[in-house]
């Protein structure tokens, strides 16, 4: 399938590199690509980018069929635009699909499509240290109806935003709040899925968190609301008397790219890291006896997010003195410096766009 490429004629003015914030500045363009039953994925193209029309019994409006993927391009210092493991997020698209009920995508077919958009708006891709172009693919039903089936009508749209830091603390270690009353995911549902309920059923919870001024939430399991999760938009690591222990993945738990990549390096340089249950009582515990060394998070979005506290029940878990830790400052410089070109990739996780 060809891409047909119509550019605007009334590009818009670029930000300043200084002050981008996160999500709220978009490009020029953005790829659409349209599924039919009984045509498959078709009409691929890129587009001024521009607001979408629909019915308003699009289905997606009213039963959230819908899924979603982050990733990111780098500029290098000498010009050239690197992707970050886009084949493993386009994995993940289908396995977030399969969930959904939604249409398996051409891997290859649509890591290519996210390059020739990077590529139409390249000089969108912001060079300052800590930038990045955020890339945002999702997939929506699209029938207008009234029902409660899998829609036969499709869009698979992207688009890019130009990023600094997720949060704004950079990376300073972040406070974060443990929810004991919400849950987020419980094993049978969606959480392994990247879909916008899981996002949606999380505001609450983050809501009341800021109130407390916590920048996220720590999510415990659904059932016992006892052993960790992950928090609202990051997997979580905690180093344990020089263990690395993250929680495993089975299927409440979103199964993030930056999470694989950091436990693949760990490994790679010899720390010992465990896939296991890892309940909020052993980290309290390992705190009050000294052997809480470090605490992180791990997303596309903020990449390495060190940890400086945790509020448990009004108990305050301070993690290394509220400083970044030798392992998630390790991580952090590794996996940036890869994605920006300063480190050699070694390991084949970087794409050239151009």
């Known amino acids: 399938m060809n891409i047909l490429i119509e550019r605007t004629n009334q590009p818009k003015p670029k930000p300043e590199q200084s002050n981008l914030g996160f999500g709220k500045i978009f490009t020029d363009h953005m790829f659409v690509m ?19 029309e629909f019915d308003p019994s699009t289905m997606v409006l009213h039963y959230g069929q819908a899924i979603f ?15 970050f493991r886009p084949e493993k997020n386009m994995e993940r698209i289908n396995k977030s699909n399969e969930r959904m009920c939604i249409p398996q995508i051409d891997i290859d077919f649509c890591v ?7 590529d139409v708006d390249s000089d969108w891709v912001p060079t300052a240290e800590g930038t990045s172009l955020y890339i945002r693919p999702f997939i929506i039903a699209t029938d207008p109806y009234l029902g409660v089936r899998p829609s036969d009508t499709y869009k698979f749209i992207i688009i890019c935003s130009p990023s600094g830091a997720y949060y704004p603390e950079g990376l300073d270690p972040v406070k974060i709040w443990v929810e004991s009353n919400y849950v987020r995911a419980v094993k049978g549902g969606v959480g392994s899925a990247k879909t916008l309920a899981n996002y949606s059923s999380s505001l ?11 920048t996220q939430v720590l999510w415990l399991d659904g059932i016992e609301k006892k052993y960790i999760e992950e928090v609202g938009t990051m997997n979580i690591f905690f180093v344990i008397d020089g263990e690395v222990i993250t929680p495993a993945l089975e299927g409440s738990i979103l199964p993030g790219i930056t999470r694989m990549s950091c436990i693949e390096l760990l490994k790679n340089k010899g720390y010992k890291v465990t896939e296991r249950k890892i309940s909020i009582q052993e980290v309290y515990d390992a ?5 809480l060394d470090e605490a992180f998070g791990t997303g596309t979005a903020a990449v390495i997010s060190p940890i400086g506290e945790l509020n448990w029940n009004e108990n305050k878990i301070i993690i290394n003195n509220n400083a970044i830790g030798e392992i998630s400052g390790y991580l952090y410089d590794t996996i940036t410096g890869i994605q920006s070109g300063k480190i050699e990739d070694t390991l084949g996780w970087t794409k050239l766009v151009k």
Do not use: F, R
């Open 34 to 52: 349209d599924y039919k039953t009984d045509i498959g994925w078709h009409n691929a193209k890129i587009v001024p980018y521009g607001p979408l």
């Open 69 to 83: 993927e982050g990733l990111k391009a780098y500029k290098t210092e000498d010009g050239k635009i690197l992707l």
């Open 112 to 118: 290519n499509a996210i390059k020739t958009l990077v």
């Open 204 to 214: 609450k919870a983050q809501q009341e968190a800021k109130s407390k001024h916590y």
């Open 287 to 291: 705190h009050k006896n000294g052997k």
